[in-house]
């Protein structure tokens, strides 16, 4: 039975890597060693084996951990954030932050971390993965759904996130498989990282909103279960009208409450034929636009649910994109390492019952690959990433023995896992509470509070 007796702290991960960090301390902060920090501008550098801060006040340790007098009292600012790392909407920022301030050196490189209870971590996860200005019981749902994903694994293991990267078959000369999943990477200083391959947490730069702090006091403690143990909450952007299984984008193993369900009011999709693993049905579904609560915000709901960044991608529910023949050629050898030559198709072996691709072939003048699962196609086929695995394809016929060009018409953004936001904040917009919202993305689940 999982227990837990007071509010958890956590440490999320800033930034790793950094040659430098640029920093402001607004309020008062004490390092570990004693000495108070002044309000004002610093820079952080390694400088042998340990960390030299210069600005306002001069500082040299092992490592740095600012302590602020009061959270609500003190901030500090980290300038050049990277946020959607690897992704389309990559970018640097400023960011703000409470708690505490770490800087650990790791060889010749700094990780900044940010350390703080739970609950302040989630009123900003909250505004971060969607607007503060959303429906208030799209923010509870979301406040639960974030604090479980985050506790199921730190409590099951009682030290940190534990489950790795897994990768099966890598492509040699010899093989003509790679399938790749990636899970929740273990981090070697902190809990859970800032970017969107863990929780997005941009600090209080983005919870502006009295109702993010709402959402997080009304359901304080409460976590999603399924029987005795928390629930592994996943969460994308836009399912495309139709959740996805567990097992189609990570381990082949399914979890209860992450199955297959259809985003829209009723228990099936009206005029459209199941599963969408079969071939023709998920053509069909794709190439058309089914009656879904993803396919259904308005221009003014997307502007209240929707991050700046976020919103410079509309078509997320059905999108296309066209490549060349040079083109797709090039991406493919750039992403997987591989030449395959001149592309003759790219066939989908396998589809999860949302439509995506689980398993994809591309067969090229000088090699043949059979590539997975999601993720992995979906960064394989872009500069970045597709905004999903779930598409068809259509290549147009040229003079030569290779298609001149491929089109990609495809549904939804992101895994497609568990909880649709966009599809939630709909739901929310038409009058569903938060246990609602809930219900129908997680099903056969519970709510407990448990601090």
Not at 233 to 240: D, F, L
Not at 281 to 302: F, H, Q
Not at 320 to 348: A, K, N, T
């Amino acid at each position: 039975m999982v227990t837990i007796d007071r509010e958890p702290v956590i440490r999320v991960g800033l930034l790793t890597g950094a040659r430098e960090v640029s920093f402001d301390l607004a309020g008062s902060f004490v390092n570990d060693d004693g000495p108070a920090m002044r309000a004002g501008s610093y820079t952080a550098r390694v400088e042998r084996g340990a960390v030299k801060l210069e600005g306002a006040a001069s500082l040299s340790a092992e490592s740095i951990n600012l302590a602020p007098a009061g959270i609500d009292e003190c901030e500090f600012t980290v300038r050049g954030v990277r946020i959607g790392i690897g992704f389309h909407w990559e970018r640097e920022e400023p960011q703000k932050f409470q708690g505490k301030l770490i800087i650990i050196p790791e060889g010749d490189s700094l990780t900044v971390i940010n350390e703080l209870p739970i609950e302040a971590y989630l009123a900003s996860v909250i505004s971060s993965e969607m607007s503060a200005s959303s429906p208030g019981e799209l923010l509870r749902a979301h406040a639960i759904i974030s604090r479980s994903w985050l506790l199921a694994p730190l409590i099951r293991t009682n030290t940190t996130i534990a489950e790795k990267e897994r990768l099966v078959n890598v492509a040699t000369a010899d093989s003509d498989e790679l399938i790749r999943w990636y899970g929740r990477e273990s981090h070697h200083n902190f809990d859970v990282c800032a970017d969107d391959h863990c929780q997005r947490y941009q600090g209080i730069s983005k919870a502006f909103a009295q109702s993010a702090f709402d959402a997080v006091r009304d359901t304080r403690g409460k976590l999603l279960m399924y029987g005795e143990n928390i629930c592994d909450t996943r969460y994308s952007k836009s399912c495309g009208g139709m959740t996805e299984s567990y097992s189609s984008v990570w381990e082949d193993q399914d979890q209860p409450y992450l199955k297959p369900i259809y985003d829209g009011p009723g228990s099936e999709a009206p005029g459209h034929r199941m599963p969408l693993s079969v071939e023709a049905n998920a053509e069909d579904w794709i190439v058309e636009t089914p009656l879904a609560y993803c396919a259904m915000p308005n221009a003014k709901l997307l502007a209240e649910i929707l991050p700046g960044f976020d919103q410079e991608t509309r078509d997320f529910y059905r999108w296309r994109v066209e490549y060349s023949q040079d083109e797709l050629s090039e991406i493919l050898h750039s992403r997987l390492g591989v030449d395959f030559g001149g592309i003759h198709s790219l066939v989908p072996l396998e589809r999860g019952e949302s439509g995506r691709i689980i398993r994809l072939k591309i067969s090229g003048e000088k090699r043949t690959l059979a590539i997975g699962k999601e993720l992995e196609i979906r960064r394989a086929l872009s500069r970045s990433h597709l905004y999903s695995s779930a598409f068809v394809v259509r290549s147009q016929a040229s003079a030569s023995k290779y298609p001149s060009r491929f089109t990609l018409i495809g549904a939804g953004w992101g895994h497609g896992v568990g909880l649709c936001q966009i599809g939630a904040a709909v739901m929310a917009d038409r009058g569903h509470g938060h246990e609602e919202i809930l219900a129908h993305y997680f099903q056969n689940t519970h709510l407990k509070k448990l601090y």
